[in-house]
T-cell receptor, first 111, second 112 residues
Framework: QKEVEQDPGPLSVPEGAIVSLNCTYS??????FMWYRQYSRKGPELLMY????GNKEDGRFTAQVDKSSKYISLFIRDSQPSDSATYLC???????????FGAGTRLFVKA | GAGVSQSPSNKVTEKGKDVELRCDPI?????LYWYRQSLGQGLEFLIY????????KSGLPSDRFSAERTGGSVSTLTIQRTQQEDSAVYLC??????????FGPGTRLTVL
C-alpha cells in the first residue's frame, strides 16, 4: 500500500463547476500538507500549504485537512479552463523535509 | 529572479551507460530535493539535502543512484549502468527551509 493514495482521474467538469480533489494517507506522522499544480511538461508549483488539521482558503481554492480520517481535500470554486492541469497532493512529517507525493489527479475544465 | 535550472533538458543514452544530471537551485535556498516522475505517475522522492546535514537518501531505488551537492549549491544526480526502467523525468526542487519547494523544468531521460 502506498503511503499516499490519490485517484489519477481524469476528472472532467464544465466551466464554473466546483471541483473536489482528495487524497488519503496512512502515515499518522504527516503534519504538513501541500497541493501542487502541474501543467504538461512543466515542474509542479505550490498552490496551498497547511499545517496539521483545519481549513485554509486562498481565492478560489480551499484546502481541508482531516487528520483523524487521514484525508485531505482541495476544492476549486468557479473552475476555469486554465485550471486544467494535474493536481498533486504532498505531505511531510514534522522531523525532516522528506516529502511524499500522491500520483496526481488530471483535471479537465471544459469551456 | 532566476529559478531552479536543470541540465540537460533531454538526455538519450544507451543501456549500461552512466549519466549525470545537474541542478542549479535558487540562490540562498538551503534545501535541495531530487524526484523522479515516470509517465503518468506522481513524483517519487529520491533524496534531499538540507544545509550541512547528512542527506536523506532513503528514496534512492538502488546503489546505482547517487547524488552530491557541492558547496551547498549545485547538485548532481548520477545514475550508473542505466537500465530501461530508469527512463523518466528527473525533477529537482529547492526551498528556503520547510516552505514552498520551487521546481525546475526537469531532465527527460530516455534509456534505449
Amino acid at each position: 500500500q502506498k503511503e499516499v493514495e490519490q485517484d489519477p482521474g481524469p476528472l472532467s467538469v464544465p466551466e464554473g463547476a466546483i471541483v473536489s480533489l482528495n487524497c488519503t494517507y496512512s502515515n499518522s506522522a504527516f503534519q504538513y500538507f501541500m497541493w501542487y499544480r502541474q501543467y504538461s511538461r512543466k515542474g509542479p508549483e505550490l498552490l496551498m500549504y497547511t499545517y496539521s488539521s483545519g481549513n485554509k482558503e486562498d481565492g478560489r481554492f480551499t484546502a481541508q485537512v482531516d487528520k483523524s480520517s487521514k484525508y485531505i481535500s482541495l476544492f476549486i470554486r468557479d473552475s476555469q479552463p486554465s485550471d486544467s492541469a494535474t493536481y498533486l497532493c504532498a505531505m511531510s512529517e514534522g522531523g525532516g523535509f522528506k516529502t511524499i507525493f500522491g500520483a496526481g489527479t488530471r483535471l479537465f475544465v471544459k469551456a | 529572479g532566476a529559478g531552479v535550472s536543470q541540465s540537460p533538458s533531454n538526455k538519450v543514452t544507451e543501456k549500461g551507460k552512466d549519466v549525470e544530471l545537474r541542478c542549479d537551485p535558487i540562490s540562498g535556498h538551503t534545501a535541495l530535493y531530487w524526484y523522479r516522475q515516470s509517465l503518468g505517475q506522481g513524483l517519487e522522492f529520491l533524496i534531499y539535502f538540507q544545509g550541512n546535514s547528512a542527506p536523506d537518501k532513503s528514496g534512492l531505488p538502488s546503489d546505482r543512484f547517487s547524488a552530491e551537492r557541492t558547496g551547498g549549491s549545485v547538485s548532481t544526480l548520477t545514475i550508473q549502468r542505466t537500465q530501461q526502467e530508469d527512463s523518466a523525468v528527473y525533477l529537482c526542487a529547492s526551498s528556503l527551509g520547510r516552505q514552498e519547494q520551487f521546481f525546475g523544468p526537469g531532465t527527460r531521460l530516455t534509456v534505449l
